[in-house]
C-alpha cells in the first residue's frame, strides 16, 4: 500500500449517522472534479473523489437517495446522498455507460487524512480563484488515464 492511500477496509458516513459505509479495495483514482455540477453541490470550488470498484463498496447503514444529471458522456450522472441530512456520498456511476466504478466524495470518509488528488478533472470549468497544484495531472474534462 502506498503512502497515500488508505489501509482497507475503510469506512465513511454522512453528517448525520444515518448512512454508513465501508470501502473494501484501495481506490484506482483520487481526483478533485471542478465542474459546476460538483461546485454547485459543494458550495465550493471542486469536490474531492475516489474512484472504486462497485463490488468494492458496501453500504452497512440506510439506503442513498438518488439525483440524476446530463452527462458529457451521453445518458444520466448518478449521484447518491442521505436522505436525512442531504450529504453527498457517491457519484460517477453513469446508467448508460457503466464503468464498474463508483465516484466517494472524500467528505464522506472518516479519515479523510490519507487523500491526495493524483488528477484534476472539468479543469475546463475551474473558477479563476480556485489555486490548484501546478504537480498534479489536469484535463479539461474526463481523465484520458488515470
Given amino acids: 500500500m502506498s503512502e497515500s492511500m488508505p489501509k482497507v477496509p475503510f469506512t465513511g458516513g454522512c453528517f448525520c449517522g444515518a448512512i454508513r459505509y465501508e470501502c473494501?479495495?484501495?481506490?484506482?483514482?483520487?481526483?478533485?472534479?471542478?465542474?459546476?455540477?460538483?461546485?454547485?453541490?459543494?458550495?465550493?470550488?471542486?469536490?474531492?473523489?475516489?474512484?472504486?470498484?462497485?463490488?468494492?463498496?458496501?453500504?452497512?447503514?440506510?439506503?442513498?437517495?438518488?439525483?440524476?444529471?446530463?452527462?458529457?458522456?451521453?445518458?444520466?450522472?448518478?449521484r447518491g446522498f442521505c436522505p436525512d441530512c442531504?450529504?453527498?456520498?457517491?457519484?460517477?456511476?453513469?446508467?448508460?455507460?457503466?464503468?464498474g466504478?463508483?465516484?466517494?466524495?472524500?467528505?464522506?470518509?472518516?479519515d479523510p487524512s490519507w487523500f491526495r488528488a493524483r488528477v484534476d478533472v472539468f479543469v475546463s470549468d475551474a473558477q479563476p480563484w480556485d489555486e490548484m497544484d501546478a504537480a498534479t495531472a489536469k484535463f479539461d474534462y474526463y481523465p484520458t488515464k488515470t
Fill in 86 to 99: 442531504g450529504s453527498r456520498i457517491t457519484g460517477g456511476e453513469f446508467e448508460e455507460h457503466p464503468s
Fill in 101 to 110: 466504478l463508483i465516484g466517494v466524495t472524500v467528505g464522506s470518509l472518516d
Fill in 24 to 78: 473494501h479495495a484501495e481506490p484506482v483514482m483520487t481526483f478533485r472534479c471542478h465542474c459546476r455540477d460538483c461546485q454547485q453541490l459543494t458550495g465550493g470550488g471542486f469536490l474531492a473523489g475516489i474512484l472504486i470498484p462497485i463490488p468494492a463498496f458496501r453500504l452497512t447503514k440506510g439506503q442513498l437517495r438518488y439525483h440524476f444529471t446530463p452527462s458529457l458522456r451521453g445518458g444520466r450522472h448518478k
